[in-house]
C-alpha cells in the first residue's frame, strides 16, 4: 500500500500560457481513497497520467513510496507501472476478438513468457467477483457496465498496491456507474490498494474518504 | 502472445487478406517471370542439343536453327544433294539426315526425312517406320494414330493453306516423346516430299515454306518444269506407293533439301565437321551455340523484364507499408493501451512486428506457389504449341534473392512495429 508524495509538480504543454497542471503539495496516504474533480480541461487526467507514469513531469518530485517516478526511464516506468498500478478507464480499451478471461489475463500474458502460476485461478476469481459469469464471451460482444466490471478486473490481475480510475462510470449509466463504483471502492479496500479516482460523478466522490477539486491545473479545494 | 496477433488478424479479416494477395500476386510476378525465363531457356537448350551440327546452305544462321530445332517454317535455300552423300560417306559422322519441310496436317509440320532421324530422335514407341513413300511416323504429341490417314497441307490449316489432294500418306509408327517440338512433327520420307513438291533434281533453288499461301499451285508449278527440263540424275516421279529407296537420297545428284542434321562421332569431329562445311555456299552450326548467342543478344530484353517485375514489388512493397503504417494508426489507441495496462515495450513491438510479418511472410510463401503455378500452366500452354518441354524449377540460385525478400519481409515489418514501439501510451488512451 504505497503513499504518494507530490512536490512542486508543474506540467506544461506547447501552446498553453499557464500550466496545465502545477501542484505545490501533495500527499495521499496509503490506502486512502482519494478522489480528483474539477471542471472539464481542469487537468485531472494529466494529473493521473503522471501519478501513474504514463507521462514525466517536466518539472518537481513525484514519488510512490520514496520512489520518484518521475526520474525514472521510460522502460522502467513501464515496468514499475506493471507492477505497482492498476488502470481503469472511461472507454474500457479491452481488447476486442479476445475473451473477457484473455483480457484480464493479458497484461500479465504480454509481459512474462509463461502465465505465472494461480494466474488463471485469479482471473477466474476476479471475473467471478467483478459478477462476470460468461468467461469465454468475446469482450466486443460485453454490455458497457460488463465491459467496465472487466477492466476493474483486469486492472487486479497483477495485485497491485495503486488503483487509478479516470472517469470509470462516465460512459456508464446510473445503475451500472454505480456498480462499477461499488466494485472499485470494495476490491480496492480487499485488494488494500490506494485507491485514486479522477470523476465527475457526485455520487461516486462522495463514497470516496476525501476529494481533491482541481481548477485551471492548480488545487482549489480539499473536502471529504 | 500469439493469441493477441491471431485475435487481430481474425478482427481485421478482410483487410488482412487483401494483404496476403496482393503481396502473393506481387512475389508471383517476380516468381513466374524467373521460374518461366529458366523454363524457356533451358527447354529450348534442351531442345538444341538434340541436334548436335547443323548443314543448311548460306544464308541466316538464326533461321537455319529455327527451322531445324524449332521446326518454324520459314523460307530456306537449298543444301545440293552432294552435301549429304558426302556427309552420310563421312567416317566422321555417326549418322546425318536431311530435313526438309514446308506442308503441313492440320497444325503438324511434316518434315521429310530419313530412318536415321527416326532413330537419332529416340525411335518407336509403337508401329513402325516408314517403307514407302505414302507411310508417315507421327511425333509423341501429334494427334494422329497408326491407320490414320491425311493429306498433306501447303501451309498451316489455322492460316489457310491449300491441300495437295493428290498425295495421301498413312501412319504407321508414332515416335517416343522427345520433349522437343520434333514431338509435334509428322515424318514422312524426304522422297515424298521432293515427289509432292516435284523436286525431283532441282538444285539451288529456294523452297519456299508456308510463304506459299494464296499463290496458286506452286508445287505442280515445279512438278511441271521438272519432268520438263529432265535434269540430270532425276529420276521419273516415283509412284506413291513405292519403297523407299535410301541410297537414292544419298545419292550425289539427289535433289537439294533444306538443312541436314549430323551427329559427328566425337565432339573433335563436329568442330571439325562445323569448320569444313562453313563455305560460300553451305552453313554449318551447332544449334545450342546460336541459340545461346540468341539469348545473349536477348539478355537485354530479359533484364528489362525482370526491372519490371522488381519495379512492380517495390511499388507493392511501398503500397503495403502505407497500407501497415495506416493500420496502426487506427490501433495506436489499442497498442498504446496495451502499454499502459503493463505491457512491455518489447513485447508491443513483437506483436506488431508478428502481425506484419505474419501477413507479408504469408503473402510471400502463397506468391511463391503462386508463381510456380502459374509458369506451370504458361509452360503447359506453350508446350501444347511448341512442343518443346519447359521444365519448371527451382535452383538453388533462387534461394538467396528468397532469403533476401524474407530479410526486407522482416525489415518492412519493423517500420509499423517501431511506430507502435515509440507510441506514447498517454497519447494512446486519450484516443
Ligand atoms: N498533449 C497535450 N498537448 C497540449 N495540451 C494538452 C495535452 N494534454 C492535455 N492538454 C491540455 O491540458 C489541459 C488539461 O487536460 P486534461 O485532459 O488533464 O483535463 P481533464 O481535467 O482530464 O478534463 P476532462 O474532464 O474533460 O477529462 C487541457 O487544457 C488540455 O487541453
Ligand atoms: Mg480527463
Same mark, same amino acid.
Given at each position: 500500500m504505497p503513499a504518494l508524495a507530490v512536490e512542486a509538480l508543474e506540467v506544461r504543454f506547447p501552446g498553453l500560457a499557464t500550466p496545465a497542471l502545477a501542484i505545490a503539495h501533495l500527499t495521499v496516504e496509503s490506502g486512502a481513497r482519494l478522489g480528483l474533480t474539477g471542471p472539464s480541461g481542469s487537468g485531472k487526467t494529466t494529473l493521473v497520467n503522471l501519478v501513474t507514469g504514463l507521462e514525466r513531469a517536466g518539472r518537481g518530485r513525484l514519488a510512490w513510496d520514496g520512489t520518484d517516478i518521475a526520474r525514472l526511464s521510460e522502460g522502467r516506468r513501464d515496468r514499475w507501472r506493471a507492477a505497482n498500478v492498476g488502470l481503469v478507464m472511461q472507454d474500457f480499451h479491452l481488447f476486442d476478438g479476445l475473451? !473477457?478471461?484473455d483480457n484480464v489475463l493479458l497484461p500479465l500474458r504480454l509481459s512474462r513468457l509463461s502465465l505465472p502460476a494461480g494466474a488463471g485461478a485469479e482471473a477466474d476469481r476476479l471475473l467471478a467477483r467483478v459478477g462476470i459469469e460468461r468467461r469465454d464471451q468475446? +469482450?466486443?460482444?460485453?454490455?458497457?457496465?460488463?465491459?467496465?466490471? +472487466? /477492466?476493474? /478486473?483486469?486492472?487486479?490481475? !497483477?495485485?497491485?498496491?495503486i488503483l487509478v480510475a479516470d472517469e470509470p462510470t462516465a460512459s456508464l449509466d446510473a445503475e451500472a456507474g /454505480?456498480? +462499477? !463504483?461499488s466494485l472499485l471502492l470494495e476490491l480496492a479496500t480487499e485488494a488494500k490498494a490506494t485507491l485514486i479516482v479522477a470523476s465527475h460523478d457526485p455520487r461516486l466522490l462522495e463514497r470516496l474518504d476525501r476529494v481533491v477539486r482541481l481548477e485551471a491545473g492548480r488545487i482549489r479545494e480539499t473536502g471529504g | 502472445m500469439f493469441r493477441l496477433v491471431v485475435a487481430d488478424l481474425r478482427r481485421n479479416a478482410l483487410g488482412a487478406l487483401a494483404i496476403v494477395l496482393?503481396? &502473393?500476386?506481387?512475389?508471383?510476378?517476380?516468381?513466374?517471370?524467373? $521460374?518461366?525465363? *529458366?523454363?524457356?531457356?533451358?527447354?529450348?537448350?534442351? &531442345? &538444341?542439343?538434340a541436334f548436335p551440327l547443323v548443314v543448311g546452305a548460306a544464308g541466316s544462321e538464326t533461321q537455319l536453327m529455327l527451322s531445324a530445332v524449332f521446326l518454324q517454317p520459314a523460307p530456306l535455300g537449298l543444301v545440293p544433294g552432294r552435301v549429304l552423300s558426302s556427309l552420310a560417306a563421312d567416317p566422321r559422322v555417326a549418322w546425318a539426315a536431311p530435313v526438309g519441310f514446308g506442308d503441313f496436317v492440320e497444325d503438324y509440320p511434316i518434315v521429310g526425312t530419313t530412318q536415321a532421324l527416326v532413330d537419332g530422335l529416340g525411335g518407336l514407341r509403337d508401329g513402325r517406320a516408314f517403307a514407302r513413300l505414302d507411310e508417315a511416323v507421327a511425333g509423341a504429341a501429334v494427334a494422329l494414330r497408326p491407320g490414320d490417314r491425311f493429306h498433306p497441307l501447303h501451309g498451316q490449316a489455322s492460316t489457310g493453306g491449300h491441300m495437295h489432294g493428290e498425295t495421301t500418306y498413312e501412319v504407321v509408327g508414332r515416335l517416343a516423346p522427345t520433349g522437343t517440338p520434333w514431338d509435334r512433327a509428322v515424318l514422312v520420307p524426304v522422297e515424298a516430299v521432293w515427289r509432292t513438291h516435284g523436286l525431283e533434281a532441282h538444285e539451288d533453288e529456294a523452297h519456299e515454306g508456308e510463304q506459299h499461301e494464296g499463290e496458286q499451285h506452286e508445287g505442280e508449278q515445279h512438278t511441271d518444269e521438272a519432268h520438263a527440263s529432265g535434269a540430270p540424275g532425276a529420276a521419273q516421279a516415283p509412284d506413291p506407293q513405292a519403297a523407299i529407296d535410301p541410297a537414292r537420297v544419298t545419292a550425289a545428284g539427289a535433289p537439294g533439301v533444306p538443312a541436314i542434321v549430323v551427329k559427328p562421332r566425337s565432339i573433335a569431329d563436329a568442330y571439325k565437321l562445323r569448320q569444313e562445311w562453313r563455305t560460300d555456299t553451305t552453313l554449318a552450326l551447332f544449334p545450342a551455340e546460336v541459340l545461346t548467342r540468341l539469348y545473349a543478344t536477348l539478355g537485354d530484353a530479359r533484364r528489362v523484364l525482370s526491372a519490371v517485375a522488381i519495379g512492380a514489388q517495390a511499388l507493392v512493397a511501398a503500397a503495403i507499408l502505407l497500407?501497415?503504417? $495506416?493500420?496502426?494508426?487506427? *490501433? *495506436? *489507441?489499442?497498442i498504446g493501451a496495451l502499454r499502459a495496462f503493463g505491457a512491455p515495450r518489447p513485447a508491443v513491438f513483437a506483436v506488431v512486428w508478428m502481425e506484419g510479418f505474419a501477413l507479408l511472410g504469408l503473402g510471400l510463401l502463397a506468391g511463391v506457389g503462386l508463381g510456380y503455378g502459374a509458369a506451370r500452366l504458361i509452360a503447359a500452354r506453350l508446350e501444347a504449341q511448341s512442343g518443346v518441354a519447359l521444365p519448371v524449377l527451382f535452383t538453388r540460385d533462387d534461394l538467396t534473392p528468397l532469403l533476401v525478400l524474407?530479410? &526486407?519481409?522482416a525489415v518492412l515489418a519493423a517500420v509499423p512495429a517501431l511506430l507502435a514501439y515509440r507510441q506514447s501510451p498517454a497519447a494512446a488512451l486519450r484516443g
Open positions: 475473451s !473477457a478471461r468475446k +469482450v466486443e460482444t460485453l454490455s458497457r457496465g460488463q465491459k467496465q466490471r +472487466v /477492466a476493474v /478486473a483486469r486492472a487486479l490481475i !497483477a495485485r497491485p498496491g /454505480a456498480t +462499477v !463504483a | 496482393i503481396v &502473393a500476386f506481387a512475389a508471383a510476378l517476380g516468381v513466374a517471370v524467373t $521460374l518461366q525465363e *529458366r523454363a524457356l531457356r533451358l527447354g529450348s537448350a534442351r &531442345a &538444341a542439343t497500407v501497415i503504417l $495506416l493500420h496502426v494508426g487506427q *490501433r *495506436r *489507441r489499442q524474407a530479410g &526486407a519481409t
